[in-house]
């Protein structure tokens, strides 16, 4: 068997690459895989500058015909104690061992990259909320559950005059706060305080296991993650807040689509910065970004998020705008170096 990083740019190789991803994401979604498209894949793995890269792996009798494949996200300034990984065995090729050897191999190739922690992401369908392979398999090759989050399908279009109604329930909370929006790239007026608010999110929301910090954002890494999702052949809807007082923005939210496929849009990274929570601009962000969506005109069906179940106050949003539960992600971790006794 072979093992080996592949070239998304080699068209058989990653065409291979992709169709066992496919199948596995089609058998967990009952039909029809709602995961990343080829072209996002793509667009992630080949630029080498980006602050994050995916890193893709076949493992298999041959490159062109694997029977399972992986992905490593290799960031290059930020978070360096762990790699974020995935893993995906055919499922006409499961309990043959071959993603007890894919694992295996990705965490040697972490390993080598210099990172002390594996951290396996893995998203669960519906009807396997919390009894996916994962589970048993994971425990089975020594991690421990670093993050459990829960994902909320939100059917769209929304029923008239709803998300009128929630708007105005919420903007009296708000007073102080003027919200703005936009589609695409980020007015150069706002951009070091949009680049200020991506670093922090990482730290800002809640994890059980993982000790995750602030990344490392200024405004090209803002340009360079807008030039990254047009590449993806994805529209990018943000709505922001102003601190009337102080000027500074304190929130944003982040809306995805995909304008060849827009049947699923993704909601993205929302924060809203501490000491200015309880104002309701969570949702009056979200209800923005879906205006937004609703004008673009997309045929958009639903539109998913995943929250950690720690979030309360997030999940308390998402639930008022009516959105319900459809399936679940995993964050399994180990730490694959032990620590020097000091
Ligand atoms: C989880 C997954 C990667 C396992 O791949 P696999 O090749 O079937 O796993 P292996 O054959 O190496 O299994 C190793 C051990 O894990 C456990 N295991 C794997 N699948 C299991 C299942 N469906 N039920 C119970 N135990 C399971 C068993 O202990 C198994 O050993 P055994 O077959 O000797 O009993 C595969 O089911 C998959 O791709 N699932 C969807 C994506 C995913 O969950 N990826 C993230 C994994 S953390």
Redesign the pocket.
């Known amino acids: 068997m072979l093992f080996a990083r592949i070239d998304a740019t080699n068209a058989p190789r990653f065409d291979a690459w992709f169709a066992v991803l496919q199948r ?1 994401e089609q ?2 979604d009952g039909g029809v895989g709602q995961g990343w498209h080829p072209d996002e894949w793509r667009a992630r793995a080949v630029d080498e500058s980006a602050p994050r890269v995916f890193r893709l792996y076949s493992y298999g009798p041959s490159l062109d015909r694997p ?2 494949v992986g992905a490593l996200e290799l960031t290059r300034d930020d978070n360096l104690s762990f790699i974020e990984a ?6 006409s ?11 295996g191999h990705l965490e040697e190739s972490a390993r080598d990259l210099g990172r002390p922690t594996l951290v ?5 369908g519906a009807s396997e909320i919390g009894t ?7 425990r ?2 020594g ?1 421990r559950v670093a993050e459990e989050n829960v994902r909320r399908d939100l059917a769209w279009p929304r029923p008239t005059g709803e998300l009128d109604r929630l708007w105005q329930q919420w903007l009296p909370f708000a007073s102080h706060y003027d919200i703005v929006a936009w589609t695409g790239a980020t007015p150069a007026i706002l951009l070091e305080g949009r680049a200020h608010l991506s670093a922090i999110m990482p730290a800002e929301t809640p994890h059980v296991d993982l000790d995750v910090e602030a990344e490392h954002w200024d405004a090209a890494r803002v340009r360079h993650h807008e030039k990254t999702t047009d590449e993806m052949g994805r529209d990018l809807l943000v709505a922001a807040a102003r601190h009337r007082v102080s000027g500074e923005l304190v929130a944003f939210s982040e809306l995805t689509v995909s304008r060849q496929q827009p049947q699923t849009a993704y909601q993205w990274d929302t924060l809203v910065v501490g000491h200015h929570r309880g104002h309701r601009l969570g949702g009056l962000l979200k209800v923005t970004t879906m205006r937004l969506l609703s004008e673009g005109g997309y045929a958009t069906t639903k539109i998913t998020t995943f929250n950690s179940t720690l979030n309360g106050p997030m999940i308390t949003v998402n639930e008022a705008l009516g959105a319900e539960i459809a399936g679940a992600m ?1 964050a ?1 971790r180990k730490d694959l170096v032990e620590p020097v006794a000091t």
Do not use: C, K, T
Request: net charge positive; hydrophobic share 45%.
């Open positions: 596995s058998l967990r029977v399972a995935s893993l995906f065995v055919d499922p090729e499961r309990r043959r061992g071959y993603g007890s050897q894919l694992l396996v992401f893995v998203i669960e996916g392979a994962n589970r048993p398999f994971a089975r090759h991690y995993v399994w």
